[in-house]
Nanobody, 122 residues
């Protein structure tokens, strides 16, 4: 069982930056692939980024590639999402999630946080 709690969301102007963090409970954090997803109003939840067990193999959605960076610290049971050059279309609720396989499909993620709101003003 893994419990995930996101933090770091907020309101930022276009072009600005935010850093999201996800704190995980449990002693098996390093066994999970960690991912970030987002859901904008009226839209389906979509993949943003993922990172493998040993902090390698980061993978990004095309829409955020070059602007967002995912990282993890297995000693601290945290995964972060550094978001730079934010755009209004990045506005969404951002979710942290954990999976046992390396995947971008939300259906394969077993554990989810409650989400944190990111709003980018133009």
């Amino acid at each position: 069982q893994v419990q995930l709690v996101e933090s770091g969301g907020g309101l930022v102007q276009a072009g600005g930056s935010l850093r999201l963090s996800c704190a995980a409970s449990g002693r098996t954090f390093n066994r999970y692939v960690m991912g970030w997803f987002r859901q904008a109003p009226g839209k389906e939840r979509e993949f943003v980024a993922s990172i493998a067990w040993s902090a390698g193999l980061p993978h990004y959605a095309d829409s955020v590639k070059g602007r967002f960076t995912i990282s993890r610290d297995n000693a601290k049971n945290t995964v972060n999402l550094q978001m730079n050059s934010l755009k209004p279309e990045d506005t969404a609720v951002y979710y942290c999630a954990a999976a046992t396989i390396l995947t971008t499909s939300l259906r394969n993620y077993d554990y989810w946080g409650q989400g944190t709101q990111v709003t980018v003003s133009s």
